[in-house]
């Protein structure tokens, strides 16, 4: 079994910055996707970002020009550096890793953006 946790999240006032990272038992640049999704009260979980084997990324709309997802192979963990957060970014967030049709997930880290 895989295991992923996720760490970094916190309260931060709206505007703010946070940086959540991943961490597994497997070797991440071993997954065929990587990625960062997250739930909000009352809401269902939504993909945030993905980075591919290849090291190609994803962004939601929502999200695009205020997150970077990134990885660091040798600390063989992955990174979302959120900016410019707003209170609609409130959410648990959650790492995934897929292969071969397999989702690991974490229990997720709490984000909550509030003045």
């Known amino acids: 079994q895989v295991e992923v946790v996720e760490s970094g999240g916190g309260l931060v006032q709206p505007g703010g910055s946070l940086t959540l990272s991943c961490t597994s038992s497997?070797?991440?640049?071993?997954?065929?996707?990587t990625g960062w999704y997250r739930q909000g009260p009352g809401m269902q979980r939504e993909l945030v970002a993905d980075?591919?084997?290849?090291?190609?990324?994803n962004y939601a709309d929502s999200v695009k020009g205020r997150f970077t997802i990134s990885r660091d192979i040798d600390k063989n963990t992955m990174y979302l550096q959120l900016n410019n957060l707003k209170s609609e970014d409130t959410a648990v967030y959650y790492c995934?890793?897929?292969?071969?049709?397999?989702?690991?997930w974490g229990n997720g880290t709490l984000v909550t953006v509030s003045s």
């Open positions: 980075i591919r084997r290849d090291g190609t990324t």
């Open positions: 497997g070797i991440l640049a071993s997954f065929s996707a």
């Open positions: 995934n890793l897929q292969s071969f049709g397999e989702n690991y």
